[in-house]
């Protein structure tokens, strides 16, 4: 059977834009190496967050990517739901770039609500007054259980009888032979399509390495922990902090992010990049993360694949200046990675020939913007275009 599209990669960006193929009637053959997702897809934080985009392009994709997971919710059985995202300021300089904020989201029709410190600790009592110095409230923001998202995407895949999953399947060439594309697994098995599009996440070293692996392509290491069950506690939606207003790019537009002081802490916070999110699971767990290490893509050997024990306490520390939890019990930590395109585009979108196509290096914003970037990817495959990212628009 020759199919119209062959996927190599079933995490977020993969299984994505398989589900806009079919929309569009195509038959799909999606593969991946794991026997079930194992990638970045699933170790992350689930937090769908286009508050924390760059402007523009990034920011719409995220919102539109919003509207594809309310579409999704009623069939994944409750690992999508919408509970908003909060932004705490630990200082008041940070607590202006809130308001500056949100005047841009006023001024650009998406919703934000500006929260006064007794505000933010009515609605998350866990914290602790004096980090508290206001927040901002998105309340349109979801929330991916990420683990149970993707087997639950998988079958509802595989359930359109015009999609062949084939998990466990190490795709090792990708060609075009006689006018169409030849995919060859690594047990020798030979498939058929009209066009394959790659989404390898990290995984770099298999398929056109000489692309992927360019000089500003970054291999990232993150780290995070859960916590046990904390009874008592309520954290609804996605909360983030004062570090992540700091790193996340949209507050880059806020006039005094150039003037914003350097916070007073331990270097290793910016060395080892980390900055405090938190996401509460329905079990009552809650997420603690992350930070970030990079490596160079084009020196596999760089990247170590250790859980390192001082950046967990580093993680803590900090969790513990935000948070008055009962008890400070982790029950795992785990590492995740994913590549980043460094360049202006900030993704490898490439047509390595009229029929094979490339997506990966979209860094820390795949579950956010991930659905909308493919369902635009597709389209344009469809169309028989080369990939480009989608020109701005207004976000109304
Ligand atoms: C710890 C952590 C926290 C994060 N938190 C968030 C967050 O809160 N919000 C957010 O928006 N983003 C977050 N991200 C980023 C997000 O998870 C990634 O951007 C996204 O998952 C990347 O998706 P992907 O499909 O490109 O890669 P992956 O999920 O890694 O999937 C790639 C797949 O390709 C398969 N593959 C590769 N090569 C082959 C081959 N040759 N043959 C067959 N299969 C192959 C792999 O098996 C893998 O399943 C986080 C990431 C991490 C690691």
Redesign the pocket.
Known sequence: MKFDLAI???????SFAALEALRKGKRVLL????VI?????????????PSGMALGPWRELGIRSLSIYRQLQPMVGGAIWQQGSTYIASTPEEAMLLEEMHAIDCAHNYRSQLLTPNQCMEKMPALRAEYCHGGLYYPDEMSAESGQLMPRLWSLLSANPALTLRPG????DIRERDGSVEILTSSNESLRADQALI?????LN??YPDITQHDQMKLCK?Q?LRSESVPGIRLPGNLLTGLSIRRYEAFHSCPSYPVLPQPVLDPRYGEFGIHM?FRQSADGSIII??SHEYFPANDVTSIDYEVREDINQLMLEEARNILKLPHWRMTSCW????SQDMSGQKVLLRSVSEKIHLV?G?????????PALMQNVVQQLLRGEALTLPREHSYA
């Open positions: 190599v990669g079933a995490g977020v960006l993969g593969l991946d190496a794991g997702a194992r990638g970045a897809t699933v170790r992350n934080f689930g937090q769908l967050v399947t190490l795709v090792r989404c390898c996440g990290h995984l298999q398929l993150l995070m999110l993360g992350d590492n995740g990675y994913y990966t979209i860094g820390g914003k795949g579950m956010t913007t991930g």
